[in-house]
């Protein structure tokens, strides 16, 4: 085992560290007059001492000044950020207005044919277009361009779905519809995108309550993310959203917020707002939300503890796989070289990437699309290919050489959904079983929202599913405004206090340590000697975190331990230990580090600087070669920020700081269930 990785271990005996006395130091906060004064006199000198009236007003003004301050800490606006794979939407709120005030940023300043819920999450960058002035996002890539967009499911490339993904989604990466810059990380895209989003959102506030106001104002960022994002995914989020400049301003703050969790507050809110007295929505019932995005789909039971006040908790752990409309895409690009071959493949980014003429006509075809008669339909498609046989019968059976334009079947239309309608109908039953299996309230409602979400050939899916598939009585709703659901539920949720009380932990989350040796227990190649508990075991599990565990906003959970660090009779600038950080998706987490199921995806690296060289001045000239030091490891998950925060304590100190370095590319391929499936 290296001297500086994976170093706690379990703690046997009492404190090695006695906490310092601080009771000294309080009685350095007193003046020297205060000293001198008898202790019975001195509550009353300091209590009663008369205040001159200048000073009375000072602190009159004082006083005034730490009041305002206090209300304009309350006094926030809610800015959510919806940057969703195909389309990023915007929607804000005061905490001194009812969540049916909340605005959704509709001009996104690109012209009058651009007022709209939602744009489109891309960017087409002057490098890669010479004849632009300068980058373009939004509404402003025009087809002809070569842009960026599915940026998004690039920043979790490690994320393990458990065979929920679209089988398309890893042969599209790096190809024309899931373009990046070779010189650029996906981060980096992304960030640049939300720099856009972020000028967006700002000048829709200024203009609404003016420069001076809004400067004054603290801001709320609310930033939505797949329910099934990993920790390595959600930090990534998070710091893009910084680099883009939310958070900035030392008033302002960021949080994340699962989608899925989202869409269901704006859903419940909004469906018991509009039929009082009558609603889909029962007490102690659960609900399934169903959120069909454009490149992920997230599904997640609540159960409904109370109506009146709302107050949800997930009744399981939550699932997500990225498929959604995007999905449809990448499956007409596979049907298009099949048809076509070298025709099609042979053609500029600028021509059949996203934002181009032929996806774009595809997508309002795609939205339309209903089934039923449908399918009778022929839809054409505009693309000009010049190296096209037109000899061959099943060429010209599917392309119009006179205008120029595809020629897709209404079947062969149903046929590009069905990798969406398939993830979608086994995470459904699975969200089902699993909350069955955990003797939760049945499953009475499916909510329905997202931007395919609002397809009517999906909600007709979805609906024969639940006819076929669930006990009767189960309804199927969807909310008003469907495509904008999860940014405005984002900002109901942070109006007030959030109505969802509990989440689940997605996986086990621990560290490997070591422990006291027992030959009835541990392999003999696990044996070593440390200087401070003698024999131990190494590579043990210690799980701080089960999967499934209910988590409320205030959740942490804490390991006793210890750490050796050695080398600590030289003096050195930083004094620094390392401690891997694991996860594991199974129902039940194993015992040992070195388990197929254990999967490495983070590094702690603890500072105890500050403490090592504490304990080198008090031991004096000869300070010893390791010392030794009890902690707490707190790890907290269930709060606001939406990432996981560690700190190791002392009994009365904090044990320097801890900061997460997440893998780059771990090597990992589970099973394409858990084992509870």
Not at 283 to 305: E, M, N, Q
Request: glycine share 8%.
């Amino acid at each position: 085992m290296s001297s500086d990785e994976n170093i706690l271990g379990m703690r046997d005996d009492e404190w090695i560290d006695k906490p310092i006395d601080d009771d000294s130091l309080v009685i350095t906060k007193m003046t020297t007059e205060t000293l001198s004064v008898k202790p019975s006199k001195r509550k009353a000198l300091l209590i009663f001492a008369p205040l001159s009236l200048e000073q009375e007003e000072v602190k009159r003004v004082k006083r005034e000044e730490a009041a305002n301050k206090r209300a304009e800490r309350k006094v926030k606006i809610i800015c959510a950020i919806d940057m969703g794979t195909t389309y990023i939407g915007m929607a804000y709120g005061s905490t001194l207005r009812d969540w049916n005030q909340v605005k959704v940023v509709s001009d996104w300043g690109s012209g009058p044919d651009h007022i709209h819920e939602k744009a489109p999450s891309r960017i087409a960058y002057q490098k890669e277009n010479p004849g632009l002035d300068s980058d373009k996002t939004v509404y402003e890539v025009r087809p002809g361009m070569i842009s960026c967009q599915w940026t998004k499911l690039l920043l979790d490339p490690s994320e393990d779905t458990s065979g929920l993904d679209d089988p398309l989604l890893e042969k599209s990466v790096g190809t024309k519809l899931m373009h990046i810059p070779i010189d650029m990380t996906a981060q980096e895209v992304y960030r640049d995108i939300l720099k856009r989003a972020y000028q967006q959102i700002w000048n829709s506030l200024e203009d609404e309550m003016g420069e001076k106001a809004l400067e004054k104002t603290s801001l709320r960022f609310v930033i939505t993310l797949p329910a099934g994002w990993s920790l390595k995914g959600r930090v990534a989020t998070r710091q893009a959203a910084r680099d883009a400049g939310f958070g900035g301003r030392g008033r302002d703050d960021i949080v994340l917020i699962d989608e899925a969790e989202a869409a269901m507050c704006y859903a419940v809110t909004s469906i018991l707002a509009a039929v009082p007295g009558i609603s889909p929505f029962q007490a102690k019932t659960c609900a399934v939300c169903c959120d069909l995005g454009g490149g992920t789909i997230d599904v997640c039971t609540y159960k409904i503890s109370s109506i009146e006040p709302l107050k949800l908790e997930e009744a399981c752990v939550g699932q997500g796989g990225k498929a959604g409309s995007t999905s449809i895409d990448r499956a007409l690009h596979e049907l298009m070289q099949n048809k076509f071959g070298i025709a099609f493949e042979e053609l500029d980014i600028a021509k059949v990437g996203a934002g181009s003429a032929f996806m774009e006509a595809f997508e309002g075809k795609k939205r339309g699309f209903q089934g039923n008669d449908d399918r009778r339909k022929t839809y054409y498609l505009p693309l000009k290919m010049t190296k096209l046989d037109r000899d061959d019968p099943a060429v010209a059976a599917s392309y119009d050489f006179t205008d120029d334009m595809v020629k897709l079947t209404g079947e062969e239309m149903e046929s590009l959904f069905e990798t969406v309608v398939e993830k979608t109908f086994q995470l459904l039953a699975t969200q089902v079983k699993r909350t069955m299996k955990a003797k939760n309230p049945p499953v009475k409602t499916v909510v329905l929202c997202g931007g395919l979400g609002s397809s009517p050939y999906m909600m007709s899916q979805v609906q024969s599913f639940i006819d076929e598939n669930l006990s009767d009585g189960v309804e199927l709703v969807r909310p008003e405004r469907p495509w904008s659901a999860i940014c405005r539920g984002a900002v109901i949720s942070h109006l007030g206090k959030s109505p969802v009380t509990h989440r689940r932990a997605r996986d086990h989350i621990g560290i490997c340590w070591h422990v006291k040796f027992d030959p009835d227990k541990h392999e003999e190649a696990d044996k070593y000697y440390c200087p401070h508990q003698g024999l131990r075991a190494k590579n043990q599990m210690k799980w701080c975190i089960t999967r499934g565990q209910k988590m409320s906003q205030s959740f942490s959970e804490t390991i006793p331990c210890y750490a050796v660090m050695k080398g600590t009779n030289i003096q050195k600038d930083e004094y620094v230990a390392y401690q891997h950080l694991y996860i594991c998706s199974r129902k039940n987490a194993p015992d040992r580090v070195d388990d197929p199921g254990v999967r490495r995806v983070a590094t702690m690296r603890l500072d105890l600087t500050k403490v090592v060289n504490e304990k080198r001045q008090r031991e004096g000239a000869q300070p010893p070669s390791n010392m030794s030091f009890n902690m707490d490891i707190q790890a907290k998950l269930g709060n606001d920020k939406g990432i996981l925060e560690v700190v190791a304590k002392g009994k009365w100190k904090k044990y320097g700081e801890i900061t997460l370095e997440y893998e780059v590319d771990p090597a990992y391929k589970e099973v394409s269930f858990s084992e509870d499936d």
